[in-house]
T-cell receptor, first 108, second 112 residues
Framework: GIQVEQSPPDLILQEGANSTLRCNFS?????LQWFHQNPWGQLINLFY???GTKQNGRLSATTVATERYSLLYISSSQTTDSGVYFC??????????FGKGTRLSVIA | NAGVMQNPRHLVRRRGQEARLRCSPM?????VYWYRQLPEEGLKFMVY????????ESGMPKERFSAEFPKEGPSILRIQQVVRGDSAAYFC??????????FGAGSRLTVL
């Protein structure tokens, strides 16, 4: 099945810093989503981005489908950005497959 | 639109008991997915259902676990004779079609 690798596994940032999270996947996909799991365990849908670039406030994402990777950019990070960021992909009618996540800690 | 509703949010069971987790999809969504998250790990697919049908159960353990999505009412994930290894967060997601999934807040099962 499709493999998803996320990097880095852990990241510590000073408040106000920028960061880039990466998601590599092993096969062509027709769905790619980024999620944020907050410290209370809730999964928040950030982007549906099988290709191209999207922006939402301080967050933006770019997927280069032909090269099988996606990037999530966080600018001017805040403590509320802390948590785990997951990338998940699927192709055809296969189930959404999650990476292991990037654990982000933003310190004041 | 209330989103994907899961209950209970927290459930404690003793070994050997049954656990039932419920999921009401978003209005207009007919596709339901169940995922399990073990501590410090990512989410693993368990089962994909549409109304009254199991579409893909390739991630479900062969024994003790079952899922249904009846014509009326919520989807149910049932775990019989729970063991400590079943302790996890169980997430339900729904979608209007095969793509964008919206997740509920999860149900956290603790087996004593």
């Amino acid at each position: 099945g499709i493999q998803v690798e996320q990097s880095p596994p852990d990241l510590i940032l000073q408040e106000g810093a920028n960061s880039t999270l990466r998601c590599n996947f092993s096969d062509s996909v027709n769905n790619l989503q980024w999620f944020h799991q907050n410290p209370w365990g809730q999964l928040i849908n950030l982007f549906y981005i099988p290709s191209g670039t999207k922006q939402n406030g301080r967050l933006s994402a770019t997927t280069v489908a032909t090269e099988r990777y996606s990037l999530l950019y966080i600018s001017s990070s805040q403590t509320t950005d802390s948590g785990v960021y997951f990338c998940a992909v699927n192709s055809g009618n296969t189930p959404l497959v999650f990476g292991k996540g990037t654990r982000l800690s933003v310190i004041a | 639109n209330a989103g994907v509703m899961q209950n209970p949010r927290h459930l404690v069971r003793r070994r050997g008991q049954e656990a039932r987790l419920r999921c009401s999809p978003m209005k207009g969504h007919s596709h339901v997915y169940w995922y399990r998250q073990l501590p410090e790990e990512g989410l693993k697919f368990m089962v994909y259902l549409q109304k009254e049908n199991i579409i893909d159960e390739s991630g479900m353990p062969k024994e003790r676990f079952s899922a249904e999505f009846p014509k009326e009412g919520p989807s149910i994930l049932r775990i019989q004779q729970v063991v400590r290894g079943d302790s996890a967060a169980y997430f339900c997601a729904s979608s209007p079609g095969a793509n964008v999934l919206t997740f509920g807040a999860g149900s956290r099962l603790t087996v004593l």
